[in-house]
């Protein structure tokens, strides 16, 4: 939920879920969009992973009758975040590179403040110490 604020600063539309979080599923997802007006229209699915893996194949952005198991039940969390936006009547775009769902580090954007987190990796974990030094 920290995320989503953060990102909502940004722009009020941006909206994070988990595969595994109670209360930050898909379905809670909806209902908070819902409770902002957003009740149709576009959704953009990126997954919050720096290379998409199977997560991201899979659970965000499997299409067709292997990922939609039942109708639309708010429990149901078998459904994968493309389909379950797709027949709650969202027109749902997976960002892509090549066939394969888009990770965060090929965003550029993103990519240079990872690549600037790790260049203060050595001072970072030097102030680390420094706060919690070994006993």
């Not at 389909?83 to 709650?88: D, G, I």
């Given at each position: 939920m920290q995320l989503e604020e953060a990102l909502q600063q940004l722009n009020p539309n941006y909206f994070v879920g988990t595969v595994d979080m109670a209360g930050n599923l898909k379905m809670d997802v909806l209902e908070r969009m819902r409770a902002k007006g957003l009740k149709d229209g576009k959704v953009y699915?990126?997954?919050?992973?720096?290379?998409?893996?199977?997560?991201?194949?899979?659970?965000?952005?499997?299409?067709?009758d292997d990922y939609w198991a039942h109708p639309m039940d708010p429990g149901n969390e078998e459904n994968s975040w493309f389909?379950?936006?797709?027949?709650?009547g969202y027109e749902t775009i997976v960002p892509v590179v090549g066939k394969h769902p888009q990770g965060l580090l090929e965003l550029s954007g993103i990519l240079n403040v990872w690549i600037g987190h790790t260049k203060n990796a050595e001072f970072l974990e030097d102030a680390y110490h420094s706060m919690y030094p070994e006993e």
């Open positions: 699915l990126h997954a919050l992973m720096s290379i998409a893996g199977d997560h991201a194949h899979n659970d965000m952005a499997g299409e067709g389909e379950f936006f797709t027949h709650a």
